[in-house]
């Protein structure tokens, strides 16, 4: 099979490290990341296994900042190496299903006792089982050197990882369920703050800074499942203010101006760099110190900063947050969801309906053969600026496929 | 013997003409046979005895007694005077507002007077610093009087020290400064630098509120002031004279003084400004030369800080006293004898270059708002009889046009221009639209109330300025500005005077006829 790999070589993660400021090509090139020949994942000796083909594969700020060279050391101990990127994807099943990729590696398929009865793979709250079982270590597909990744022509994936895709659903729409789920799972975060607004019989007032296909699906999902709010979206590129309108932002403005429209809406002082009061909760979905500490400052004071962004190392002064007794949560991924309501719904079904009810498959902007990697990357890399939102690897016409589709 | 103002025909003989570009100039070659500049009247002579001209102005009023009659021991007296908005730049000191309100104190200390307050008419502007009030009261005013709270500065916002005096004929609530209102006298200290200022506008809408200010601060009012500089033709005029009447009728009793100064607008070093350039000697365009290459790589905030350091040598040309009206009369004449200037027709573009000051920011930046309200707000309302560009044509500003905003000053602009501008840059819309929540914001209040911010309206009051200018003109164009914010304006970018005439071309043809109006100095147009 055809894949792209990541290998743990420090100096390589140093050069691309280096070079991502100038050309996300030559971190591509030179960096950890290479394009190979080899052979496909070996299944496990256990139940439930499937071997999956990827029709498209999306590629996310969390893939961009490994070839980069910018992701934490906190992975090492998480991951297994070398492996393939690549967790959002929508892909043929060995079984005749079209599936997206639910990409964590949960209990399920690594044959440990679920954490309780139908307890999605992102459910549990001790970690323990991302580096045991039947599989090497990795938090999800896509970072775990037993299961391959979306980034190939084939990987494997248990059966508590697929969804069948619904046939009315397009493979763009279906490619951008992963990325719906996560945003979706951050909109549900803000419902104790948006929850005691309404309670307080205030309209509840979530901001969301950054616009790219994070930051849009948690708007869509806010809309969606949090509709009490009124939603404020700094973003900062006029293609990403015109998809936050439609995907149901109320006010939209360019990031630079955040703090003041969330002002305007809440009422309230500017004090120094903080608003006296502020939105009762923030998504921040960039991840990088001068986002967090700008969520800081116009998230009321005991509001919730939903971190939707992966960030690295990042350098904050939390006084504010002490005194503000600002809450600032983490929202990775996905699993069984409190909605509102009461009621427990997964966040993969949620997403499926989003990306098919909104039609989020509007967010691709651009797709690329997989040997096309480097230009791929690139155009993720500088997405934003070059007016695009989602850039996917398109396998649906690979020689590997069509070889086996031939034989 | 000064000179009256001027209409230069462009030829080919025609140097370029100078154009203020905020913190700079630029000399620029206007098209000869169709083009026209107008400068303003030369400085009219000063008043030498600046303070007898002012004691005889209290001791022999207008249609009203003398001032010394009007004192006794116990009254109340309030004097109230201009504020920093005016003059522009700052007079050199002894500000002229100072002489007076020390003429007045004289008289009242002789007539043993002891309950007086000094209040600045500063309506919905910021209010003035320490520096500023001394340099408009003087330190002896100042130090006798602000230490005890006796001089103070209107405040808009204060429920409690406002007086609802009832409305006008048209339902214009009336509602000026408690005590003002209250006083036994209310002495008035008036610089009239254009002819809008003075009359019952310096009371109706200096010590007023927004209750007030809204009835004539309003769209529908700019755009019939036709001008602001023509009393018989503005809406605006009518409006607080209609005020000024409910004033009247309610006891409220105003011993008007209006001063008026000469265009002596720039000292020595900055001479050239003022001149026509035809007549620019050596030492001038070394001058001008000098200036702008070191403006061009000066920090714009050390630009900003030597231009408002500038103290003009304004001169005092007139001063009366008395009944609000038939003394307004009589400076309304000054100005016109200063500033009018005979001009025939009109043309199809009028060009105009936006220095750095306005009465808006003083000591402060020239934000892309006041701007747009430099340009189509005050320069364009430069006229009688008729505006200097035809209905359907096209005013060229030039101007950096940064979105720089003064963050103590103007906070409120910050989210207009984020916020309203964004949505809209129609003044009636914007006005049911948004003005509301901007006069009612309790943060821009506190702002305004405790620190040196303009009121949150006041952005609102300054887009209206422009409204028939945006209503008359088809199309406005700044040279030089920075292309985002200009569009922000609803405006039209342009790199170089050529490009401007480029663009302008679509909607006047390739051979426009064109105005430029060389200010500063001050001027009004009489256009017929």
Not at chain 1, 189 to 216: C, D, H, K, N
Not at chain 2, 105 to 121: F, N, Q, R, Y
Request: hydrophobic share 40%; glycine share 8%; charged share 20%.
């Amino acid at each position: 099979m055809k894949a792209l790999k990541i290998s743990r070589k420090t100096a390589k993660f140093a050069v691309a490290r280096l070079m991502s400021p100038v050309s996300t090509i030559g971190a591509a090139k030179f960096g950890p990341l290479s394009l190979v020949n080899e052979s496909a994942p070996t299944m496990p000796n256990a139940e439930g296994w499937h071997r999956i083909q990827p029709r498209l594969t999306g590629i996310c700020g969390s893939d961009l900042s490994l070839v980069e060279g910018h992701a934490s050391t906190y992975f090492d101990d998480w991951v297994s190496f070398p492996f393939v990127p690549g967790h959002e994807v929508v892909a043929d099943c060995d079984d005749g299903r079209r599936v997206v990729l639910e990409p964590v590696l949960g209990h399920a398929c690594r044959g440990l006792p679920l954490p309780f009865e139908g307890a999605a793979p992102g459910d549990g709250d001790d970690y323990a089982h991302l580096v045991g079982g039947h599989l090497e270590p990795g938090i999800q597909t896509g970072f775990c050197t037993s299961t391959g990744g979306g980034w190939a022509t084939e990987l494997i994936a248990h059966d508590s990882q697929l969804h069948e895709v619904p046939d009315s659903m397009s493979d763009e729409q279906a490619v951008l369920v992963e990325p719906a789920a996560g945003g979706i799972h951050a909109a549900l975060a803000t419902w104790p703050a948006v929850q005691a607004a309404i309670q307080r019989g205030e309209t509840p007032i979530v901001a969301v800074l950054g616009a790219g296909s994070m930051g849009l699906c948690a708007i869509a999902g806010l809309r969606r499942y949090v509709p009490q709010v009124r939603i404020i979206v700094g973003a900062r590129y006029p293609h990403q203010q015109a998809f936050a309108r439609s995907l149901g932002a109320d006010v939209v403005v360019p990031a630079a101006e955040l703090a003041r429209a969330v002002r305007r809406e809440s009422g309230g002082h500017i004090v120094g760099d903080y608003l006296s009061g502020g939105c009762h909760a923030t998504i921040d979905a960039v991840g990088s110190s001068d986002s967090i500490m700008d969520c800081l400052k116009f998230t009321r004071p005991r509001g919730r900063v939903v971190l939707l962004g992966m960030p690295a190392v990042v350098s904050l002064d939390l006084t504010g947050l002490w005194h503000r007794e600002t809450a600032l949560i983490g929202a990775y991924t996905y699993g069984t969801e409190s909605m509102p309501d009461g009621t427990k719904r997964h966040t993969f079904d949620l997403a499926i309906e989003t990306a098919a009810d909104c039609q989020l498959n509007r967010l691709v902007s651009a797709t690329y053969r997989l040997d096309d990697y480097q230009n791929a990357l690139a155009h993720a890399a500088g997405a934003g600026r070059r007016g695009a939102v989602k850039i996917v690897f398109d396998l649906r016409a690979s020689d590997a496929r069509n070889k086996k589709e031939t034989n | 013997m000064p000179r009256p103002g001027f209409v230069l025909e462009v030829d080919k003989s025609t140097p370029p003409i100078l154009f203020w570009r905020g913190e700079n100039f630029s000399l620029e070659k206007l098209p000869a046979g169709r083009s026209r500049v107008i400068y303003a009247p030369e400085p009219l002579p000063a008043i030498e005895d600046v303070d007898g001209a002012i004691r005889h102005a209290l001791l022999n009023p207008i249609e009203q007694d003398p001032l010394p009659e009007q004192l006794f021991p116990g009254m109340k007296l309030t004097i109230a005077f201009d504020d920093v908005s005016l003059p522009l730049p700052k007079m050199q000191r002894p500000d002229i507002r100072q002489r007076v309100i020390e003429a007045v104190l004289d008289m009242a200390a002789e007539a043993g007077v002891d309950d007086v307050h000094i209040i600045s008419a500063l309506a919905l502007h910021r209010r003035m610093t320490e520096a500023e009030l001394r340099h408009a009261v003087g330190d002896r005013v100042y130090d006798a009087f602000a230490p005890r709270g006796t001089l103070y500065q209107h405040d808009a916002e204060d429920p409690e020290n406002l007086s609802y005096l009832g409305t006008t004929p048209h339902g214009e609530d009336v509602e000026i400064n408690k005590r003002a209102a209250e006083s036994d006298l209310l002495v008035y200290v008036n610089i009239n630098l254009v002819a809008m200022d003075g009359g019952w506008k310096s009371t109706a809408t200096g010590l007023s509120s927004y209750k007030s200010l809204r009835h004539h601060h309003n769209p529908e009012t700019m755009i019939h002031s036709r001008s602001f500089m023509d009393q018989h033709r503005s809406e605006l005029h009518k409006s607080n004279w209609r005020m000024g009447k409910v004033l009247l009728d309610s006891g409220v009793k105003v011993f008007q003084i209006e001063t008026t100064l000469n265009t002596d607008t720039f000292p020595s070093p900055f001479g050239f400004l003022a001149k026509r350039e035809w007549e620019w000697k050596p030492s001038d365009r070394m001058t001008f030369l000098a200036s702008t290459k070191a403006l061009n790589r000066t920090p714009t905030r050390l630009a900003r800080k030597i231009f408002h350091s500038i103290e003009a040598p304004h001169q005092m040309t007139s001063v009366q006293a008395g009944d609000v009206e038939a003394v307004h009369r009589i400076t309304t004449e000054h100005v016109y004898k200063q500033q009018l200037v005979e001009v025939k027709g009109q043309t199809d573009i009028l060009t105009l270059g936006i220095p750095y000051i306005s009465p808006y920011n003083v000591h402060s930046i020239l934000n892309p708002i006041l701007v747009m309200c430099m340009g189509l707000g005050y320069y364009f309302n430069m006229y009688k009889g008729m505006p200097l560009v035809r209905e359907g044509g096209v005013i060229i500003m030039t101007h950096p046009t940064q979105p720089d905003f003064h963050p103590v000053h103007h906070p409120s602009y910050i989210d207009f221009f984020e916020q309203v501008l964004a949505d809209t840059t129609d003044p009636k819309v914007m006005s049911q639209k948004w003005e509301k929540q901007y006069a009612e914001d309790e943060w821009y209040k506190h702002l305004y109330r405790t620190t040196y911010a303009y009121h949150g309206v006041h952005p609102f009051y300054m887009w209206y300025w422009g409204s028939h200018a945006l209503q008359h003109c088809s199309r406005i164009i700044i040279v030089g500005g920075d292309p985002k914010t200009v569009r922000r304006l609803g405006f039209v970018p342009a790199s170089t005077m050529d490009d401007a005439l480029e663009i302008a071309s679509d909607v006047v043809g390739r051979a426009p006829t064109i105005t430029h109006l060389h200010a500063p100095p001050l001027m009004v147009a009489d256009v017929s």
